[in-house]
């Protein structure tokens, strides 16, 4: 694949999203062959350039004269749009080479999702693309629409075309995107472009979201996912892009049972969804978790700001919805405060007596235009609100009408004296709950049930702060000594087999790291131990030393709290005895002896090397914080210092690092710090495939904090 | 408020449900009034029976002839529907009273919900009430609704009703009723009754499950709960009507946001989550959380047979949406399996090469009605799944009629051989998505969002193997001393001031009710602490004991580990002198001196006495786990032996009890023992009011488990 620079890119894919001329290669008579459908998406889409059906069977298609082949077209083509078998699909691309086409569509299937003869097509089909530089949607699509009003190119296979709007959307499914598009007409969401990028063997999303960074009819830009495309440059432009334009996305393969059948049906890798999770928060994108969600947080982004706060006001004609939407609210960590005396008086000069003023605000069943009107406008205008959420049951449906025109024009009051929350609509009545409300050309997003606006909200909030936080910075180190460090991994792997790093090769790379280990040493006899009990000052603890046992203390090779010389001599045979009765002697390095630490917080810092994603950071309590609760954080490396703290301030034990119980807190900055180190070190040295550091002792302010065990293993192969 | 046998309770409400004359009271001819609305859903309802508008100040409502007053109607009237202002009610029901009408629907708001004198006119009315032995729906409702082809009565005053169906709904908030009756029509879900309960100044949801229970029209039961009216008969109801019916609950109020909510607008006490959670799921209830999920499986409850099990095919045209299926399948905990070659080579023999075989089918977006209608059968008939999700996704708009058709074709010609496995649709297309399939005379639920089948599927699989086992039994427990019990606690109250034992109390308590405490004892002197730690044996722990001071090892009055007997002289003294410095020696009660505990796990049992529900247990693994990491369980008292060890079973961390890591399992019958012998003692002292066992070390299977530390208050009023 060349490399492209962002001005490259962008004028690499116009003939994609704004062709002059659009050849239909394999274009069809047959009705239910996608080569008519494509044919006539196109011209129902009454696209502004020029349609050249080619198909070498026929002479005309519905009126419209065809051509053999692209070489008979008479001008330049700048997009062929592909819907031919799989085996004629190289010698097409060939012919759009010598035609010098720029781009082209390819819908055909049958490449690497098939696996097989499938995936060396596939490659036959990169080589040629890399080869001649046409810029390549697909294969295995269903098209690409670019609704801009001086473009209106419907270049998919389904007629369905929703309204013109700013949001933008990349499926890595066909099907999915089918049903996006479908429900975006159904839900009036306007869209600027779709991609279905299928197989992406050259245009990724990563080209796409860079595409639409620039895109001025793009204000929103949905994504769904299968895999994730080079995770390294996605974080990248996905940050940045997620600055200046929201990225919702929805992710399959959330769990076993979903990646095993996304791996069946497209090419895609298994994804390590703790990781994606890691991604996306690291690059503030917004996750949704069901197309539910997906749908309704688009139309929120499309057409309402952003909300400046977690305040939220509910105005309700009916108090058990209310209280629903309340309990949704507040599910989600929003704030459904009461309102100040103030608006609570102004809402009761024109209410009835039985209204609730409090929050939610409870107009009764019977309220009129007018008393929604003024209801409206009067939350809107009290700034005691971060966005508004209006739930409307149907008390008599011939007033349904007065009710929505009272609400529009109390939004509408509201924005001429610069209010401009957001306002998001629940709408239990009959007919069509799906029309969206406008006001003075501003739509109004509409649910069915009060849940989806309070998790719409809770989205945007944490959006809008991240995007308010400068970014986070990834710390020099400049004390830390890479050549020893990186040595130390070169020397085990030229040494022996790969593996786990000795206990001596593991404190010194830590040691070079700066990453601080408990004081005491490995002792390989009874006497070198009780010197090293005796230097370090008891109560002192005694384990086995070995990188290759792993389950110390089942094994009763961890013996704590030693008082005297004595404990030690017996701690030390004991082990010995214990290794050489399991026939495992030979395991043994010698015993670690270490302080007795106390007042601290024990907790855990680890990596794996996702052959997809890199490394992946772990931060938790340790023991069965991690195991068994599963209370764990996961970071992509590297580590900006938001990324660490936001691991540490994430954990759902977070409270115990912060003076739990007349305990004292523990020492924040250094932990952040062994995080930082940590990421430094496994983006300097790929051969560190597995990292485990548990546990580590947080020591209280100042006091830094030890690790106490630590387990590394080095792999030949860089993964 | 008249205790009444089931038989009489079914008698009783037969004038509500079955009128055969209603007489409107405050019946108008103004359109936009309730009285007049409610005559115009009466009459458009086609009521079977005869209606007398009452209105003193008209001689004719659209052409129907009024009378002055009820005592006018010429004949009995068995239902009286009352829509006068508040201030005339109680005259109103004293004409009922004269008229010997046995049952009424109260529309008119303005009682408890309004404070004030709203509360006492309510008490006056419920005073009416019981002395005339009238049976009454309401105040403060929207009213009643029976589409018994028989009846066929529309009492609300809203014009829309649902189709007739098996689905009876309580509500106990009108808005939230009226968006229900109003989703039913839409969503073509078929109701039995609807009644809107609103002050439940007499007749309950309690009253209705029972009358539900025994009406042959009702197959499954909806109510949208603010509060629960008396809980344990709530409780002893509810379990016994969802062995036969499904019973769904909504239940606003689920944050405190929420609760706070539903107080401004009704006159509804502020609930317990976590108590209601735990009736919920003791008497085998459905909890909806969202009025999506509410709907959702009133639709699959209504018209589709319970799961057997959590096995899942998913068929689908378009592998995105299979995999967002497959996915919430995974996150519900339910399996999506591979089919077996023999299926999956069934399901090759019809369908496109490119379909995907092993779960989810994909039959690729252009297969045809045939094809659909072989799949749908060879899934159905496979014997591999419990129940059947199909995903369609429009990818030619005039194929879905075809493809409906093939999937009805398929259903059926499994049903008839026999396969009556649930089936749901996720049908993502345009036009009306929420028509239901009707496959010969059998409705087939439509989804517009694959999450919410699964959520289902969940749900009713939960629900049916709670069904299918035997109801848990609640030991008698004959070896306890619960004389000594009572009068340990009367004794407390009589001495001194409610509050917390002291540890002499508690440990004769726990003892008498044969709940075990760890050995050892309370020592007053120096002296004798040295002689108990000398009979249990070294190492002991010394604590100070005092039922005044709570943060015990904050302030260092826990010294563990102790060897020797200065060790335990010291802690006695290190103790005393704490505490004399603190300015708290008279807090000392002396100090418990206890065997260090090793090879158990630490756990904890507490009770709370909720003013609602009375007493709810807790059960976790202790210290942080309850306090930060929330991981809990509470049921209400008295607690079956299923309850107990669902508690046990149910908290995050349940692996540790069952041998973690090498360490052994703790004995979980001892602990399922404590359980409920504390359920029993707080069941029969009900002036424990607090009482917290923690921490409780659970030892090894067969040496039970031992309290070490144990706090119990007591309070002079019952509550």
């Given at each position: 694949m060349a490399v492209h620079t962002q001005d490259n890119l962008m004028k690499s894919l116009k003939p994609l999203f704004h062709p002059r001329t659009i050849a239909i290669v394999g274009a069809s008579r047959e009705e239910a062959s996608i080569g008519y459908r494509l044919f006539e998406s196109l011209q129902e889409s009454h696209f502004a350039g020029s349609i050249f059906p080619v198909n070498p069977h026929t002479t005309e298609i519905a009126g419209f004269r065809t051509f053999p082949s692209l070489q008979d077209i008479p001008s330049p083509v700048d997009l062929a749009v592909i819907a031919v078998p799989a085996g004629l699909v190289l010698s097409i691309i060939d012919e759009c080479a010598a035609k010098k086409v720029p781009a082209a569509i390819l819908i055909t299937a049958g490449f690497a999702e098939t696996g097989g003869t499938g995936s060396s097509l596939e490659e036959q089909l990169r080589e040629r693309i890399r080869c001649s530089g046409i810029r390549l949607i697909g294969p295995n699509c269903f098209g690409l629409m670019n609704l801009e009003p001086a473009v209106r190119m419907n270049a998919t296979y389904t007629p369905i075309v929703p309204p013109v709007g700013h949001v933008a959307i990349a499926s890595e499914s066909g099907g999915l995107g089918l049903a996006v598009v479908t429900a975006a007409q159904r839900l009036n969401l306007g869209i600027s472009s779709f991609v279905?990028?299928?197989?992406?063997?050259?245009?990724t999303v990563n080209d796409l979201l860079e595409y639409w960074e620039q895109?001025?009819?793009?204000q929103v830009i949905l994504l769904y996912l299968e895999t994730i495309v080079d995770p390294p440059r996605f974080r990248e432009i996905a940050e940045r892009v997620g600055r200046r334009k929201p990225i919702i996305a929805l992710k399959a393969g959330r769990t076993e049972t979903g990646q095993s059948a996304a791996g069946s049906h497209t090419a895609a890798l298994a994804t390590n969804d703790k990781a994606v999770d890691a991604l996306f928060s690291q690059c503030g994108m917004i996750r949704a978790t069901t197309l539910d969600e997906f749908l309704g947080l688009a139309k929120a982004l499309s057409s309402q700001p952003l909300p400046d706060g977690q305040r939220v006001g509910i105005l309700t004609n009916s108090g058990g919805p209310g209280v629903l939407c309340a309990d949704s609210c507040a599910a989600e960590g929003l704030l459904v405060s009461e309102f100040s005396q103030r608006t609570q008086s102004a809402l009761a000069?024109?209410?009835?007596?039985?209204a609730a003023l409090r929050n939610p605000v409870d107009v009764i069943g019977f309220a009129t235009e007018e008393q929604h009107a003024r209801a409206v406008e009067t939350m809107l205008t009290s700034?005691?609100?971060d966005a508004l959420i209006i739930v409307h049951v149907s008390v008599r449906p011939k007033d349904n009408g007065l009710v929505a025109s009272g609400i529009v024009r109390g939004i509408s009051a509201a924005r001429q004296t610069g209010h401009k929350q957001p306002v998001y609509l629940c709408w239990m009545a009959e007919?069509?709950?799906d029309r969206s409300f406008i006001v003075d050309g501003e739509v109004i997003p509409t649910y069915r049930h009060p849940e989806i606006p309070a998790r719409v909200i809770r989205q945007t909030v944490t959006y809008e702060a991240w995007r308010k936080r400068p970014a986070g910075l990834i710390p020099p180190y400049t004390d830390v000594d890479l050549v020893t460090a990186k040595e130390i991994c070169a020397k085990t792997l030229t040494d022996r087999e790969p593996g786990w790093l000795t206990n001596q090769e593991t404190h010194a790379l830590l040691a070079a790291m700066k990453i601080p280990f408990v004081s005491g040493g490995i002792a390989t006899n009874e006497k070198d131990a009780v010197k090293l009990a005796q230097e370090i000052g008891y109560p002192v603890a005694v384990k086995l030393a070995s990188h290759h046992l792993v389950h110390k203390t089942e094994m009763g090779a961890v013996q704590l709290n030693l008082l005297d010389d004595q404990a030690v001599r017996d701690a030390f045979n004991g082990i010995r005895t214990t290794l050489e009765q399991a026939g495992k002697f030979e395991a043994m390095e010698g015993v670690l002896v270490q302080p007795m630490l106390s007042g601290g917080v024990e907790v855990m810092v680890g990596m794996t090397r996702d052959p997809l994603f890199g490394s992946v950071l772990a931060f938790g309590l340790?023991?069965?914080?991690?195991?068994?609760?599963?209370?764990v954080q996961f970071r992509i490396a590297p580590l900006t210092d938001r990324d660490a703290a936001a691991m540490i301030r994430g954990i759902k034990g977070y409270r115990l690092l912060t003076g739990y119980r007349g305990q004292p807190p523990a020492d924040l900055k250094a932990l952040k710090e062994t995080l930082l180190r940590v990421s430094r070190l496994v983006e300097e040295i790929p051969e560190i495939s597995e990292l485990d550091l548990n546990p580590i002792f947080a020591l209280p302010p100042g006091q830094g904090c030890r690790i106490v065990d630590a387990r590394i293993r080095a792999v030949d192969d860089k993964i």
């Open positions: 279905s990028v299928g197989n992406h063997v050259d245009i895109d001025q009819h793009t000069s024109f209410l009835p007596p039985m700034d005691e609100l007919g069509d709950l340790g023991g069965i914080h991690v195991e068994i609760l599963g209370d």
